[in-house]
Structure formats: structure tokens, C-alpha cells
């Protein structure tokens, strides 16, 4: 049982290049969500999907785009990579009202 | 702004003593709360919640308190171990499940 598996766990990308991250649970929960973290500060949520089929934006969804064809798997998607989009990213997984389980991060630098 | 406070960035207590991270809130529609800690380089995991119905839930050496009235909570260890060094973050669960956290409290337990 692999929990939540994020890929890759590093990467460095240049203004403009597109890239996808990837998230997979294999514990069947409905709900699968993207988080970014920014130094000082909380995580802040970006996207969210409570099965598959259904996504919808959180906090801060602006550059991002979701997609949930599987219930397994959740990628989030950067279109043209900015500077500010430099951060860590976490996605998180749930059954249904229960505490959300992290994977351990995409580090993600834009030059 | 912050819905979700941790004035205290950091906290440093003896091993054995007790460990008090505090969190105010602002919006009074959360109904449920969550500690969640975080070691380098992982994700968050969950360690303890409670429901506003409650003012106190207790798990082992780890025990929260509510005080709804003052839209503040508390999370008390006893007694801390240098393995409980970590970020905490307190965490409010809003509608669709989302997640909003306060910035984190790094915890150092000296031995």
C-alpha cells in the first residue's frame, strides 16, 4: 500500500514550459486535492476533485488546470510555467469526512 | 487574510515539559479542526481533530482544546519527546472538505 505517490520529486522548469504533475493514490478515496506551499507560509489549496469526473477550484486555481478521469489519479497540469508558480506542491487524498493523506511534495523551481 | 492564525512561529521546550502551540481563527462557520505536522521533506499528516461541538478531544500525549467563544484552539504534548520536533499546522475543514491552514509552528523539543 503506497499511499499517495507524487512524481517527480524535483524539477526545474523555464518561463513558459509547460509540465505536469503527477499524483496517484491507490486506497479508492473519492476525494483528491492539490495544495501549494510558499515559505512562511500554509499550504493554500489550488484545485479539488470529489470523484472522478468532477473537479473544481480552490484558493488559488489561476495557472493550473485539473483533470479526473481515474479514481486513482489526479494530475495537475502548468500550462506556461511562471516565476510564481516556484513553490512546493502536495496533493492530498480522502474517503469520504475523513483526515486528508499527503504524498511527500513536488519541488518545483522556475527560472 | 488569514482565517487561520499561528502567531508563533516558533517554539522551543525541554524534553518532557509540556508543548502548548496556540491558533486563533476568524470565521466563525468552521466547524471542525485539525492538527497537522510536518517533517522536512514530507507531506502533512494528520495528528488529532476536533469538532465544534467539543472543547476538548484527547489522543495519547497529544490533546486539543476549543474555546469557540474566543475563536481560539490549543494543542498541548505531554510530555515532548525530541522525535515531536516538527512544523504543526492547525488546519480548519470547511465545505467540500477544503482545507485551510495557518502558517505552522516549528516545534524544537531539546533533549
Known amino acids: 500500500n503506497a499511499g499517495v505517490t507524487q512524481t517527480p520529486k524535483f524539477q526545474v522548469l523555464k518561463t513558459g514550459q509547460s509540465m505536469t504533475l503527477q499524483c496517484a493514490q491507490d486506497?479508492?478515496?473519492?476525494?483528491m486535492s492539490w495544495y501549494r506551499q510558499d515559505p512562511g507560509m500554509g499550504l493554500r489549496l489550488i484545485h479539488y476533485?470529489?470523484?472522478?469526473?468532477?473537479?473544481d477550484q480552490g484558493e488559488v486555481p489561476n495557472g493550473y488546470n485539473v483533470s479526473r478521469s481515474t479514481t486513482e489519479d489526479f494530475p495537475l497540469r502548468l500550462l506556461s510555467a511562471a516565476p510564481s508558480q516556484t513553490s512546493v506542491y502536495f496533493c492530498?487524498?480522502?474517503?469520504?469526512?475523513?483526515?486528508?493523506?499527503f504524498g511527500d511534495g513536488t519541488r518545483l523551481s522556475i527560472l | 487574510d488569514q482565517q487561520v492564525k499561528q502567531n508563533s512561529p516558533s517554539l522551543s521546550v525541554q524534553e518532557g515539559r509540556i508543548s502548548i502551540l496556540n491558533c486563533d481563527y476568524t470565521?466563525?462557520?468552521?466547524?471542525?479542526f485539525l492538527w497537522y505536522k510536518k517533517y522536512p521533506a514530507e507531506g502533512p499528516t494528520f495528528l488529532i481533530s476536533?469538532?465544534?461541538?467539543?472543547d476538548k478531544n484527547e489522543d495519547g500525549r497529544f490533546t486539543v482544546f476549543l474555546n469557540k467563544s474566543a475563536k481560539h484552539l490549543s494543542l498541548h504534548i505531554v510530555p515532548s519527546q525530541p522525535g515531536d520536533s516538527a512544523v504543526y499546522f492547525c488546519?480548519?475543514?470547511?465545505?467540500?472538505?477544503?482545507?485551510?491552514f495557518g502558517s505552522g509552528t516549528q516545534l524544537t523539543v531539546l533533549p
Open positions: 492530498a487524498s480522502s474517503p469520504g469526512g475523513q483526515p486528508q493523506h
Open positions: 470565521n466563525s462557520m468552521f466547524d471542525y
Open positions: 488546519v480548519s475543514r470547511g465545505s467540500a472538505r477544503q482545507l485551510t
Open positions: 486506497m479508492n478515496h473519492e476525494y
Open positions: 476536533i469538532s465544534s461541538i467539543k
Open positions: 476533485s470529489v470523484g472522478a469526473g468532477i473537479t
